[in-house]
């Protein structure tokens, strides 16, 4: 960790090709800002992308990055950090990309508490092709494959998370520039894994969920006098679908990670030269 880390530190010379408006950047710019902030070094940094709009971000930011495949950013981002304990590790992805074809890895991730962070940029629409509802679009939102809406409820990824076992649930909104940082950095810090769902509009194919919906009505629950450590409390907010909360909805203090629980400790990304004993003759009775 390190006093002297800027959040330009994690700037990359390569410029983003999201449309214009896009919440992504202001997910992203919190993302860089809560890992500066954390003193977190972008030489000890590395960070998982899946698929999407939100899945170039690892190319946009300058650290340790891998674009993975779809849905599938949690388990390479729990190999990275088991293989390197030292490393801060950084998910990043979508609603579809989590919620749907990644639904399974989010669960099991949830469950095994492996000391990363996960931000979910949630636009409530599948952007990069082309705009079709995604797991968290609303039972009517209408689009070009569900003229009608889809006509089942919106996926509730915090009541997933929850019971799951999850240890840090938490929201944001992307352009709340200060609360976001704060929050990324809270479940960046956090013993274990730490969930982030951000609001972060769509400015082309989705005209709901908009910037203004959001600022309209988030409530933030710093303004509020909701305790995150109160698994009730916070089994409450989760479950209320009447309102839009931000900030850290669930955190248990007592948190101990996988790698903490199991004594994983040790860089284990320092491969010896030469094969294992008895390595080739392995491979040679299956080839």
Same mark, same amino acid.
């Given at each position: 960790? !390190? !006093?002297?880390?800027?959040?330009? =530190?994690?700037? &990359? =010379?390569?410029?983003?090709?999201?449309?214009?408006?896009?919440?992504?950047?202001? +997910?992203?710019?919190?993302?860089?800002?809560?890992?500066?902030?954390?003193?977190?070094?972008?030489?000890?940094?590395?960070?998982?992308?899946?698929?999407?709009? &939100?899945?170039? @971000?690892?190319? /946009?930011?300058? &650290?340790?990055? @891998?674009?993975?495949?779809?849905?599938?950013?949690?388990?390479?981002?729990?190999?990275?950090?088991?293989?390197?304990?030292?490393? +801060?590790?950084?998910?990043?992805?979508?609603?579809?990309?989590? *919620?749907?074809?990644?639904?399974?890895?989010?669960?099991?991730?949830?469950?095994?508490?492996?000391?990363?962070?996960?931000?979910?940029?949630?636009?409530?629409?599948?952007?990069?092709?082309?705009?079709?509802? !995604?797991?968290?679009?609303? #039972?009517?939102?209408? +689009?070009?494959?569900?003229?009608?809406?889809?006509?089942?409820?919106?996926?509730?990824?915090?009541?997933?998370?929850?019971?799951?076992?999850? +240890?840090? @649930?938490?929201?944001?909104?992307?352009?709340?520039?200060?609360?976001?940082?704060?929050?990324?950095?809270?479940? @960046? #810090?956090?013993?274990?894994?730490?969930?982030?769902?951000?609001?972060?509009?769509?400015?082309?194919?989705?005209?709901?969920?908009?910037?203004? /919906?959001?600022?309209?009505?988030?409530? =933030?629950?710093?303004?509020?006098?909701?305790?995150?450590?109160? /698994? =009730?409390?916070?089994? #409450?907010?989760?479950?209320?679908?009447?309102?839009?909360?931000?900030?850290?909805?669930?955190?248990?203090?007592?948190?101990? &990670? *996988?790698?903490?629980?199991?004594?994983?400790?040790?860089?284990?990304?320092?491969?010896? !030269?030469?094969?294992?004993?008895?390595?080739?003759?392995?491979?040679?009775?299956?080839?």
């Amino acid at each position: 960790m !390190s !006093s002297d880390v800027r959040f330009t =530190d994690f700037k &990359s =010379d390569k410029q983003p090709t999201w449309c214009p408006g896009c919440g992504d950047f202001g +997910t992203m710019n919190g993302i860089m800002k809560a890992l500066a902030n954390s003193g977190t070094d972008p030489d000890n940094t590395f960070v998982v992308a899946g698929i999407g709009c &939100s899945g170039k @971000i690892g190319t /946009y930011m300058h &650290s340790y990055a @891998i674009h993975g495949v779809h849905g599938r950013s949690l388990p390479v981002a729990a190999g990275v950090k088991l293989a390197n304990p030292n490393l +801060t590790v950084v998910a990043a992805g979508g609603d579809g990309d989590g *919620y749907s074809i990644g639904a399974g890895h989010f669960i099991h991730a949830v469950r095994r508490n492996v000391d990363m962070a996960y931000t979910v940029m949630d636009n409530r629409i599948y952007g990069l092709t082309k705009g079709q509802a !995604s797991p968290t679009s609303r #039972e009517d939102f209408e +689009t070009s494959t569900t003229p009608d809406g889809p006509q089942q409820p919106p996926v509730n990824p915090h009541a997933l998370a929850l019971a799951a076992g999850g +240890t840090f @649930i938490a929201q944001s909104f992307a352009t709340d520039h200060k609360r976001h940082a704060e929050i990324v950095q809270a479940a @960046i #810090e956090h013993d274990g894994f730490g969930f982030v769902n951000v609001f972060s509009p769509c400015v082309t194919f989705n005209d709901v969920d908009t910037y203004d /919906y959001f600022r309209d009505n988030l409530v =933030d629950l710093a303004d509020t006098d909701h305790d995150p450590t109160d /698994y =009730d409390a916070a089994k #409450e907010k989760i479950l209320d679908s009447s309102k839009e909360y931000e900030g850290i909805i669930y955190q248990d203090e007592s948190s101990v &990670s *996988y790698e903490e629980k199991f004594g994983v400790t040790e860089n284990m990304s320092d491969i010896p !030269s030469g094969a294992p004993d008895d390595a080739m003759d392995l491979v040679r009775e299956f080839y």
